[in-house]
């Protein structure tokens, strides 16, 4: 009745119940997130298991779908390698899943394809957790960029790594190793007394410098099992 009396233990047992059903809700929610984590772990770690997704995205997601030549350059050029994820070996941070949830809940899909782009030691390569990016497969050569986590990638890279994109680039970088090891050495060392005699000299020189430099580089690509980026970026192999 509206002008009931109220007893204060009835009360007391409805807020213990109402207590008890937020934790009981809590407690679904929480099993649900760990239940669809889990899932999408064993997504993350294990093969591919269907096809690509397929959506429209929406005008706001625009900017973040990638095409494969697009992802080669930048690979190429900072030395990384775009694989499965079942083949990266370093843990995934709680952004990159919460990602995954909203990319799947917006799109109503379920991801079947990741991929990640990353420095080489980040994954299992076969034959035998920095700065990756993680993409969702959408087919047709397009790559939709769910999350970056990491440290950026120090400014000096993009110059360091350029003599490592592809044989034509370690072959000039050669050429200017050579030339420039060539052409610091003082003229009080040479000790040739005419202008065009000592060019004679530092250009022979350059040129043999060149050559040990080249044998070097050869021995320890062959050693060491290394090749140029635009060789490997999508190679599973460590030496390949």
């Known amino acids: 009745m509206l002008f009931s009396k109220i007893n204060l233990r009835t009360e007391l047992i409805r807020e213990r119940q109402a207590q008890e059903d937020l934790l009981i809700e809590a407690r679904r929610l929480l ?37 494969l030549n697009e992802i080669k350059n930048l690979c190429v050029r900072f030395r990384l390698r775009f694989l499965n994820t079942m ?4 843990e995934y941070p709680f952004e990159a899943l919460s990602e995954i949830r909203d ?10 394809e990741f991929y990640i782009a990353a420095p080489d030691h980040s994954f299992d390569l076969e034959n035998i957790n920095k700065d990756p990016l993680l993409f969702a497969s959408l087919g047709e050569d397009k790559y939709f960029l769910l999350h970056q986590w990491g440290n950026d990638l120090a400014w000096y890279k993009k110059l360091t790594l350029w003599p490592l994109r592809s044989f034509k680039n370690c072959f000039i970088s050669l050429w200017i190793a050579a030339l420039l090891f060539s052409f610091i050495i003082p003229s009080s060392i040479i000790q040739v007394t005419s202008f065009e005699g000592e060019m004679y000299l530092r250009l022979w020189l350059t040129v043999h410098v060149f050559i040990a430099f080249f044998g070097f580089t050869v021995w320890a690509g062959l050693t060491f099992d290394k090749t140029v980026s635009n060789k490997n970026w999508n190679s599973k192999y460590y030496n390949g």
């Open 87 to 90: 083949y990266f070996k370093s």
């Open 31 to 67: 099993q649900e997130f760990d239940s669809k984590e889990a899932d999408m772990r064993i997504r993350l770690q294990g093969s591919p298991t269907g096809s690509s997704s397929l959506i429209s995205p929406v005008e706001e997601d625009m900017h973040r779908i990638f095409h």
């Open 103 to 112: 990319f799947e809940r917006r799109y109503k899909t379920k991801i079947k």
